[in-house]
DNA sequence: GTTGGAAAGTCAACAAAGCTGACATATCAT
DNA sequence: ATGATATGTCAGCTTTGTTGACTTTCCAAC
């Protein structure tokens, strides 16, 4: 695997260079941590973590989901899961209702306590990412989200855009 | 918090809706998931992890480097560090050398053994960040990279700026 | 109607990787 | 000599993931 960018007719493949991609693989790392710091910081101390957070976010995008929906989103185990949902259950931020159709279905939704902590934590993650996408200016931001889908694995991609087409 | 597109004079905004901004974060989440898988499946069954990774990226990436240094970009405790640090000075994929200058500090090398495992993890990734580059196109890698630089802690963004520096 | 399988939940045990706090050692700098 | 710095280590804890085994509930097909 050695340098992609030879001196064939293309210039047009710089941007393939292996330094290019280390470049590509750093700025994930480093601002993945960025993007999660802000939730982080608010749920310390709260007996919640990034699992609460991702739980609370997706219950809120899809009320009503069910478990076995959320877990193929969040990509855990049940048990996993099942340990979160727990805690904001009893914590009254969470509700689950059996199904009307198959009763043996959880259908979750945020309480308006719950709604209250998912506000504070998306604000402060959108604030951040608002700040990003206003810096780096709307061509940045059509190219950002192409290059993201890209690298997603084809199963996170459809769950990914059938979001995106829920909301429209 | 409401959504940021008025019916000010500006369409220019539209890419600032809270609904824009809720597609990038889950974009985030769901790309940072395929970042990480192909390493993390070569790695599972190893006794190798995440942070053994990123160890091994950075040593390679800044050969030398010192243990302070490698705490500073990975943002960990010592502790957590050194745990990780230690196995894999045992299995022989890091050597760890005592400073000329400063006899207190260490300066930390792959071995063979070292690079090797840091070509296989790397280059899976990069295969598949090649990909999503080579699918969004040139520009939309520019848009990328600025967009996740802009999103980065200021103290990030000066280690990544760094460490580009460092390979011109 | 009984039965097989799916959906959900639970218990137990464990692992990876983060954390704090306390302390040891070697070395540098004053 | 003294204090600060760099590193390493021990012990214990937390969060979040894992497997495996098992139960309860319920739909659907026979």
New interface residues.
């Given amino acids: 695997?050695g340098d992609?960018s030879g001196p064939i007719g293309g210039e047009?493949l710089?941007?393939?260079t292996?330094?290019?991609?280390?470049?590509?693989?750093?700025?994930?790392?480093?601002?993945?941590?960025?993007?999660t710091?802000d939730p982080d910081r608010i749920l310390e101390g709260m007996a919640y973590g990034r699992a609460h957070h991702?739980a609370i976010?997706f219950i809120n995008?899809a009320p009503g989901t069910t478990v076995n929906n959320l877990l193929s989103i969040l990509?855990v185990t049940k048990q996993s899961l099942n340990r979160v949902l727990r805690t904001l259950i009893e914590d009254g931020l969470v509700e689950s209702r059996v199904g009307r159709m198959d009763k043996r279905e959880r259908h979750l939704f945020l309480t308006d306590a719950g709604r209250e902590l998912e506000?504070r934590l998306?604000?402060a993650?959108?604030?951040?990412?608002?700040?990003?996408?206003?810096?780096?200016?709307?061509?940045?931001?059509?190219?950002?989200?192409?290059?993201?889908?890209?690298?997603?694995?084809p199963d996170?991609?459809r769950?990914?855009r059938a979001?995106?087409e829920s909301?429209s």
């Fill in positions: 695997m992609r047009s710089l941007f393939l292996d330094e290019q991609l280390r470049q590509g693989i750093e700025a994930m790392f480093f601002a993945y941590r960025g993007f710091a991702r976010h995008r990509g506000s998306s604000d993650q959108r604030t951040r990412m608002r700040a990003a996408f206003r810096d780096a200016g709307p061509e940045a931001v059509i190219g950002f989200r192409s290059v993201l889908e890209a690298m997603m694995d996170m991609r769950k990914y979001l995106k909301s």
